[in-house]
């Protein structure tokens, strides 16, 4: 007799937003966050000439490989594992999360008034099975042209740090966005529409 399909997920990211957003389509999920001996931010170095697509997609899968691990080592049940990342582009140039106020001043002078694109790769991999699954959303963002002194109060909420692309399009940031062309979720930092294809083929979602 087959073994019944759990009804969680654990999600590997310590990110707010991604855990909101499995919320939002009543996914139930438990964190599975790295061990403090972990250094999840390597995993995030970009490597020579590589492309947005291309980074995005190898660190989520990186991250998957980790949180694979992560499971193992604690011995938890099986349940499907979620791994996100997202990283901005700005003409082929990755545009990280700011190390300080002036670095974030950089990165919003170099948006300002321009469309540039939000990658966001999504892994699910399922222990039970041994299966993978991936996918990567590409959206287009306009922002509005902005001076100085926008620019300094935004940074001012604090909202732009830990953040790529030096802005968060949930909250303070919406008033800098012009019009968006993609996903709003995956801009945000996971893309439902490609991760709900990915729970159903594995048995948890089965609503709409």
């Not at 009543?26 to 980074?55: C, F, I, N």
Request: hydrophobic share 45%.
């Amino acid at each position: 007799m087959p073994m019944p399909m759990p009804d969680f997920v654990y999600l590997a990211s310590q990110s707010p937003r991604r855990s909101q957003l499995l919320e939002q389509i009543g996914v139930r999920h438990t964190l599975l966050l790295p061990d403090a001996d972990e250094d999840a931010e390597a995993l995030e170095a970009l490597l020579p000439g590589e492309v947005p697509k291309s980074y995005v997609q190898r660190v989520t899968h990186a991250k998957a490989d980790a949180a694979l691990h992560r499971w193992q080592s604690r011995g938890l049940p099986p349940a499907p594992i979620v791994c996100a990342d997202t990283t901005v582009a700005l003409g082929g140039q990755i545009l990280g999360k700011p190390t300080d106020a002036d670095d974030a001043t950089r990165i919003l002078r170099a948006l300002s008034g321009q469309w540039h694109e939000v990658l966001t790769a999504a892994v699910l991999v399922n222990p039970a099975t041994g299966t993978r699954q991936s996918a990567c959303s590409v959206s287009r963002v306009l922002f509005d042209t902005l001076d100085d002194a926008r620019i300094a109060t935004y940074i001012a909420t604090g909202e732009p740090f830990g953040k790529a692309g030096a802005y968060g399009i949930q909250g303070v940031a919406a008033l800098l966005v012009a019009r968006i062309e993609g996903s709003f979720s995956g801009i945000v930092g996971l893309p439902l529409f490609e991760v709900g294809q990915m729970l159903r083929a594995c048995g948890v979602l089965r609503k709409i």
